[in-house]
C-alpha cells in the first residue's frame, strides 16, 4: 500500500475536544490515557491577537526515534504510520527518550500513543478521530492526496495568515501527520527541524545485534569447546594417578628392602 | 574421583558462599528480565509490569552484594581485591598457556596461588563490569524520561555492553567451572587435595605450611571419609 498520511489543518481546528473524546472511546483508553492533546497557543501583541489550537499528538515520522530503540518490534513503520503492537510491548519506556516530541508515554508498564487507527482503517474506515471532527479539521488519505490538500489550504488561508506555510513535508523523512500551520513552527511550540540522534540508530543496529550474537557465539564455542576439555581433562588425570601409584608402589617396596 | 581416604582442603568460608550464590540468583534474575526489555518472545514478562519490578528487585541485591562482602568478612574482602589487581610472571607465564588450559590441559602450567591468572582477570573483569552496570543502571532507573536521545542511547548502550561482558565471563566461568571439577569449593566450601594440587600447587604449599590443621579459612584440613 502507498504511504498514508493525517492532515490535521490548524486553519480549521476549533478546539472542541471532539477527536480527544472520539479517539479515548473509540480506542477505549484507559483514564488519563489520550492520544491527543490540545493546546492554545496565543500569539501578537494585545490587541491583534490571534489564537490556534496546536495538537500534539504522534506525527508517524518516516524516520521514526521510537522505531528505532523499540528493541521487541512493539512500534514498526506500515505504509507510512507508526504502528503499535502493545502486546509486544516490555515496557522499557525507551521510546518515551528517543521520540524527538515527546510523544509516547508509559501507562501500566506499557506504552501509550496514537496507532492511527490501524485496526479501523485495515477494514477500510478512517480513524475515529478523522470521522468526528465537526470542522473537518482531521483527514486521512494516501499522503500524496494529503500533501495536495494541505497545499490548497495554505494558498486559500495565506491572505489572512501570511506565514502559513505546511508542516512535515520533510521533517524525520517526512511526517505521517502533515499539518497546515497558520504560522512559523516555532511559534506555534514545533521543532522546525526535529532530530534523531545518530547515536539511537548505533545503539539500535549496532550493539544490540552485537550483544546477543556475542552471547550467542560465546555459548556455542565453550559448548563445543565443553566435549574436548573434559576428555582432556579426565585423560591427564588418569595419567597422573597411574604415575603417582606407581611412584607410591615403587617407595612402598623400597620400605620392604 | 576423591577416594574416602583423600584429604580435602577448606576453600570458602560460609559467608562467602552465601555472597556468591545470592549473586548468582540476583545475575541471573537480572540477565532474564533484563533480556525480556530488550526480546521480543520474551516480553510477555513485561505483564503488568513484572519484569520490571523483577529487575529492580534483583538490581538492589546485586548493588548491595559487595557491600556485603566486606560487612561479612572485610579480611578475606581486602584478600581478593588485592590479589585481582597483583599479577606476577608466572601469571603472565599461565596466560601464555592459557589456550592448551582451555581445553582441558594443565602439566604445561606454572604453579598457581589461590587463584589463577585466569580467575584473577575473570574477578577483576566482573568487578569492572559491576561498576559499569550499576552506574548506568542507576541513571536508567532515575533519569529515564529525562536523559533525552542521545543521552538515553549511549546510557543503555554502557548498560548493554557492560552486562554482555557480565554474561561473557559467566559463560567462560560456568565452562571451567564444570571442565575441571570446581564446582564443590562453592557448594561445600571445600577442595580434594589432588584438585587443590593440580590447580593451585603454590596456595596448597603455602596454606600447608602456614598454620597446618586450624580452621583458619584457606588453611587444610585432614577430612577423612565423607
Ligand atoms: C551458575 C553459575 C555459577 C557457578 C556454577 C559458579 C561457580 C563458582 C565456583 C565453583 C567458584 C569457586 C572457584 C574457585 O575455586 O576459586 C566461583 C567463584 C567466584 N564466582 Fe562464580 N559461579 C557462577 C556464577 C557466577 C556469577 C554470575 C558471578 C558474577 C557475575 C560469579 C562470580 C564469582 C566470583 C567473583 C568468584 C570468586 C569468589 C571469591 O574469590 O571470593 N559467579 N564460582
Ligand atoms: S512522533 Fe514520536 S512516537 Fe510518533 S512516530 Fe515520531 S518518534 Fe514515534
Ligand atoms: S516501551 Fe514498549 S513500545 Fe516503547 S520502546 Fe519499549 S518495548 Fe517499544
Ligand atoms: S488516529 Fe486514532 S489513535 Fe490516533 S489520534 Fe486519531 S483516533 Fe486517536
Known amino acids: ?257 | 574421583m576423591a577416594t574416602s581416604t583423600e584429604r580435602r582442603v577448606l576453600r570458602y568460608l560460609p559467608e562467602q558462599r552465601l555472597v556468591h550464590w545470592l549473586g548468582v540468583a540476583s545475575v541471573l534474575t537480572l540477565l532474564v528480565t533484563g533480556l525480556a526489555l530488550l526480546w521480543g518472545p520474551l516480553s510477555f514478562l513485561a505483564w503488568g509490569g513484572v519484569s520490571t519490578l523483577l529487575h529492580r528487585g534483583a538490581a538492589l541485591l546485586f548493588v548491595a552484594l559487595p557491600v556485603a562482602y566486606f560487612v561479612l568478612n572485610r579480611t578475606k574482602g581486602q584478600e581478593l581485591l588485592k590479589e585481582i589487581v597483583t599479577y606476577n610472571r608466572e601469571d603472565w607465564e599461565w596466560l601464555k598457556g592459557f589456550p592448551a588450559y582451555f581445553l582441558g590441559r594443565t602439566t604445561h602450567l606454572p604453579k598457581q596461588g589461590r587463584l589463577n591468572a585466569g580467575q584473577k582477570l575473570h574477578h577483576l573483569g566482573t568487578f569492572l563490569a559491576f561498576i559499569a552496570v550499576t552506574v548506568s543502571g542507576l541513571l536508567l532507573w532515575f533519569a529515564k524520561g529525562q536523559l533525552g536521545g542521545a543521552g538515553l542511547a549511549a546510557t543503555a548502550a554502557v548498560h548493554d555492553v557492560a552486562m554482555l561482558a557480565v554474561t561473557i565471563l559467566i559463560i567462560g566461568h560456568v565452562y571451567f567451572t564444570f571442565v575441571y571439577g570446581a564446582l564443590p569449593s562453592m557448594t561445600t566450601g571445600y577442595v580434594s587435595e589432588e584438585y587443590a594440587r593440580l590447580e593451585h600447587a603454590r596456595w596448597l604449599e603455602e596454606v600447608g605450611a602456614d598454620s597446618p590443621a586450624s580452621d583458619a579459612a584457606g588453611a587444610p584440613q585432614s577430612v577423612t571419609g565423607d
Open chain 1, 1 to 257: 500500500m502507498a504511504a498514508h498520511a493525517l492532515l490535521v489543518d490548524l486553519g480549521r481546528c476549533i478546539g472542541c475536544q471532539a477527536c480527544v473524546v472520539a479517539c479515548k472511546a473509540g480506542n477505549e483508553l484507559q483514564e488519563g490515557e489520550a492520544n491527543i492533546r490540545i493546546r492554545e497557543v496565543v500569539r501578537g501583541k494585545f490587541p491583534n491577537l490571534s489564537g490556534s489550537f496546536v495538537h500534539h499528538r504522534c506525527f508517524h515520522c518516516a524516520d521514526a526515534g521510537c522505531v528505532s530503540v523499540c528493541p521487541t518490534g512493539a512500534l514498526s513503520k506500515l505504509d507510512g504510520l507508526t504502528a503499535v503492537d502493545a502486546a509486544k510491548c516490555s515496557g522499557c519506556g525507551y521510546c518515551v527518550d528517543a521520540c524527538p516530541y515527546g510523544v509516547p508515554k508509559m501507562v501500566d508498564g506499557r506504552v501509550s500513543k496514537c496507532t492511527a487507527c490501524l485496526d479501523v482503517v485495515a477494514t477500510g474506515g478512517v480513524p475515529y478521530c478523522v470521522q468526528t471532527c465537526p470542522s473537518e479539521a482531521i483527514k486521512f488519505g494516501s499522503r500524496e492526496a494529503m500533501l495536495g490538500l494541505a497545499a490548497q489550504r495554505v494558498a486559500e488561508i495565506r491572505g489572512q495568515f501570511p506565514n502559513a506555510q505546511i508542516y512535515g513535508e520533510t521533517q524525520l523523512g517526512g511526517l505521517g501527520t502533515l499539518m497546515v500551520l497558520p504560522d512559523d513552527p516555532e511559534t506555534l511550540g514545533l521543532p522546525a527541524a526535529p532530530q534523531v540522534p545518530a547515536l539511537v540508530n548505533a545503539w539500535q543496529k549496532g550493539i544490540q545485534p552485537l550483544t546477543q550474537g556475542f552471547t550467542a557465539l560465546g555459548l556455542i564455542t565453550t559448548g563445543l569447546a565443553f566435549l574436548f576439555a573434559r576428555r582432556n581433562h579426565r585423560l591427564e588425570t588418569a595419567a597422573r594417578r597411574e604415575a603417582e601409584a606407581v611412584a607410591e608402589k615403587e617407595a612402598r617396596d623400597g620400605d620392604v628392602h
